[in-house]
């Protein structure tokens, strides 16, 4: 319900620090995986993808992580800034194009 | 390169009422897809269209919504009659081509229904 939906996980860092952001997901034939960022009152924003022959990806301050023996996905900011706060969404996508969104996270930078 | 476009921004209307929002993909997408967002959650897909064609409307409530895309452009999402359960924001997505996976949305339409 709408309730549950507002108590998202919460990931709290301070200026600086790296942050990581975990994400499991469900289908094991699932080829394709995205993390978007969706700031209050935005669209998700594409941030960085992995395809499942690789494990892991690099991006500016981003990394993106995959184990697909436990299918869980990570992202790993560096230097986390005030700007890099928002809500936090993996997406998988199964050889077709429909993309199935996880669970946010919200991330919370203190200074 | 301008992103996805949608308007209005924020709607508040009546239950029973009607209410239609708009969508401009990126110039160039022939891929198009409307998402439900309610609040806390990820987007849900409703439809997606390649093109001027539904290729996916399996999550789309049909008894109350309905979307075209006549010329394989721009996109209308309409709810009617709108419910007290239908409040969420609704999201534009398009992509290049079938076989691109990343998807770039716009920035969503609140909707309000009293």
């Known amino acids: 319900g709408e309730s549950v939906g507002l108590h998202l996980p919460t990931l709290s860092v301070q200026e600086g620090d790296n942050s990581i952001i975990n994400c499991a997901y469900s289908?094991?034939?699932?080829?394709?995986f995205i993390w978007y960022k969706q700031e209050s009152g935005k669209g998700p924003q594409f941030i960085i993808d992995i395809r499942s022959n690789m494990d892991k990806r690099q991006g500016q301050r981003v990394t993106v992580l995959l184990n697909k023996t436990v299918k869980h996905l990570s992202l790993q900011i560096a230097a986390t800034q005030p700007g890099d706060s928002a809500v936090y969404f993996c997406?998988?996508?199964?050889?077709?194009?429909?993309?199935?969104f996880g669970t946010g996270t919200r991330l919370q930078v203190f200074p | 390169e301008a992103g996805v476009v949608q308007s209005p921004r924020y709607k508040i209307i009546e239950k029973k009422q009607p209410v239609a929002f708009w969508c401009n993909p990126i110039s160039g997408h022939n891929t198009l897809y409307w998402y439900l967002q309610n609040l806390g959650q990820g987007p849900e897909l409703l439809i997606r269209?390649?093109?001027?064609?539904?290729?996916?409307d399996s999550q789309l409530p049909k008894d109350r919504f309905s979307a075209e895309r006549l010329k394989g452009v721009d996109s209308t999402l309409k709810i009617q009659p709108a419910e007290l359960g239908d409040s969420a924001v609704y999201l534009c997505?398009?992509?290049?081509?079938?076989?691109?996976?990343?998807?770039?949305f716009g920035p969503g339409t609140r909707l309000t229904v009293l």
């Open positions: 997505a398009s992509s290049p081509q079938r076989d691109t996976d990343t998807q770039y």
């Open positions: 289908n094991s034939a699932s080829d394709y």
């Open positions: 269209y390649e093109n001027e064609e539904a290729v996916d």
């Open positions: 997406a998988e996508n199964i050889n077709t194009d429909k993309l199935i």
